[in-house]
Nanobody
Framework: QVQLVESGGGLVQPGGSLRLSCAAS????????MGWYRQAPGKQRELVAA???????NYVDSVKGRFTISRDNAKNTAYLQMNSLKPEDTAVYSC????????WGQGTLVTVSS
């Protein structure tokens, strides 16, 4: 079974940047779309960005123009570049692929605060 491991979270000031990584074990990563989700305290989890196996992307409106999702299938890794971060971006960010059952990473905490 595929396993996902996120990294790159941390504390950043408003306006700053972070790059999250999602490393997948196994060679099937390249055939699946992949999504970055986030869950803030007291809120429901939301899909932030997604990328298909062919590289097409989509974003939730609140991050358009600030976040960029990408993938490197040769490295079995997906990325989320987050720029112009705002306090409301504070959340646990997780990556997931739609295998059956769906696979999730453990999550990485992003805190945007001065």
């Amino acid at each position: 079974q595929v396993q996902l491991v996120e990294s790159g979270g941390g504390l950043v000031q408003p306006g700053g940047s972070l790059r999250l990584s999602c490393a997948a074990s196994g060679s099937i990563f390249s055939i699946y779309s992949m999504g970055w989700y986030r869950q803030a305290p007291g809120k429901q989890r939301e899909l932030v960005a997604a990328i298909t196996s062919g590289g097409s992307t989509n974003y939730v409106d609140s991050v358009k123009g600030r976040f960029t999702i990408s993938r490197d299938n040769a490295k079995n890794t997906a990325y989320l570049q987050m720029n112009s971060l705002k306090p409301e971006d504070t959340a646990v960010y997780s990556c997931s692929i739609p295998t059956n059952p769906r696979v999730w990473g453990q999550g990485t905490l992003v805190t945007v605060s001065s």
